[in-house]
């Protein structure tokens, strides 16, 4: 091998992403909005919606980077043209906060965690009950897409799954 040959870490960093920084992969969208290779470094990844029994809509997303992993969670309602994400929070303390141990929002959710998600039957009370319990929560209106990652250019369509699971709600016609 010469000296040619070895790659420097700005080599590495710079064949990470394009000039653009959206990934060496395009965003790859699957069956019931699930998606994959999104982010700078195509690291975060999305499940099937799922239609919880209250008639909102649910999403983990994973964020695959390094030695902790992270998750949260999309939570949809299709009539109101509203979604939140649900994060673990660092201002709520578990034996999960370990600064190398993942931040996974299935440990705060029933049936492992305090919240239940299909108790509540609408998106503000449930954002309410999640933040009494120190999970993050931000809100997100249909209108405009998310972000999948802050600074990445892929991003989310919120409606995805009201076109999917109720093609004739208002939420449906979002993006």
């Given at each position: ?35 994959a290779f999104a982010g700078m470094f195509d690291s975060v990844f999305g499940s099937p919606v799922t239609v919880l029994q209250n008639g909102l809509l ?70 309410q009950n999640a933040m009494n319990m120190g999970i993050a929560v931000d809100a997100f209106e249909f209108s405009a897409p998310l972000e999948v990652q ?26």
């Amino acid at each position: 091998m010469n000296a040619d040959s070895y790659l420097h870490a700005n080599d590495v960093s710079r064949l990470l992403y394009d000039d653009d920084e959206v990934g060496l992969f395009p965003m790859a969208h699957g069956k019931q909005c699930s998606f994959a290779f999104a982010g700078m470094f195509d690291s975060v990844f999305g499940s099937p919606v799922t239609v919880l029994q209250n008639g909102l809509l649910a999403q983990t997303v994973i964020i695959a980077e390094g030695c902790a992993p992270e998750t949260y969670m999309l939570v949809s309602d299709c009539e109101a043209e509203q979604a939140i994400r649900l994060s673990a929070s660092q201002d709520r303390p578990t034996d999960l906060d370990i600064a190398s141990s993942p931040k996974l929002i299935g440990e705060l959710i029933s049936p492992k965690g305090e919240l239940d998600i299909v108790a509540e039957t609408s998106i503000d009370k449930l954002a309410q009950n999640a933040m009494n319990m120190g999970i993050a929560v931000d809100a997100f209106e249909f209108s405009a897409p998310l972000e999948v990652q802050p600074g990445s250019v892929d991003t989310i369509d919120l409606a995805c799954g009201c076109r999917y699971f109720f093609p004739d709600s208002s939420g449906s016609r979002g993006q």
